[in-house]
C-alpha cells in the first residue's frame, strides 16, 4: 500500500506543454515499473507511456515523439513531459506504481494515484 499523489495537469491550448509529476508520500525501496495511464470519457484506460527500473521505457504510437517519461528514484517520483499538446490528449491521467518496494510489507505494492485532469483547447 503506497500512497500516490498525481499533479500537474490543467487546461492548455493545442500545441502547449504540461508536466504531471507523482510522488510517494513516504520511503519506497525500489518500483519495478513507474507507468502513465489516462482514460477520456467514455473510453477505456490505456497505457500512455513506462519505465521499468533497468532504464527501459515504453510510449503509445500516439504520443511517441512528444511524450517523455523520466523517473527520479532518490525522490520517488516520476514524471510525465507532455509537448506538442493535442484536443485527443484530453483525459484524466494516472500514475501507475508496480512492484513497489516498502518498509514493512511482506509483498510488493500495485497502486494507484488519483488521476489528474489534463484538457487541451484547440
Known amino acids: 500500500q503506497v500512497q500516490l499523489v498525481d499533479s500537474g495537469g490543467g487546461v492548455v491550448q493545442a500545441g502547449g506543454s504540461l508536466r504531471l509529476s507523482c510522488a510517494a508520500s513516504?520511503?519506497?525501496?525500489?518500483?519495478?515499473?513507474m507507468a502513465w495511464y489516462r482514460q477520456a470519457p467514455g473510453k477505456q484506460r490505456e497505457l500512455v507511456a513506462s519505465?521499468?527500473?533497468?532504464?527501459?521505457?515504453h510510449y503509445a504510437e500516439s504520443v511517441t515523439g512528444r511524450f517523455t517519461i523520466s523517473r527520479d528514484n532518490a525522490k520517488n517520483t516520476v514524471y510525465l513531459q507532455m509537448n506538442s499538446l493535442k484536443p485527443e490528449d484530453t483525459a484524466v491521467y494516472y500514475c501507475?506504481?508496480?512492484?513497489?518496494?516498502?518498509?514493512?510489507?511482506?509483498?510488493?505494492?500495485?497502486?494507484w494515484g488519483q488521476g489528474t485532469q489534463v484538457t487541451v483547447s484547440q
Open positions: 501507475r506504481w508496480e512492484g513497489a518496494v516498502v518498509p514493512g510489507n511482506r509483498f510488493p505494492s500495485n497502486d
Open positions: 513516504g520511503t519506497v525501496f525500489s518500483v519495478n515499473v
Open positions: 519505465s521499468t527500473i533497468d532504464g527501459r521505457t
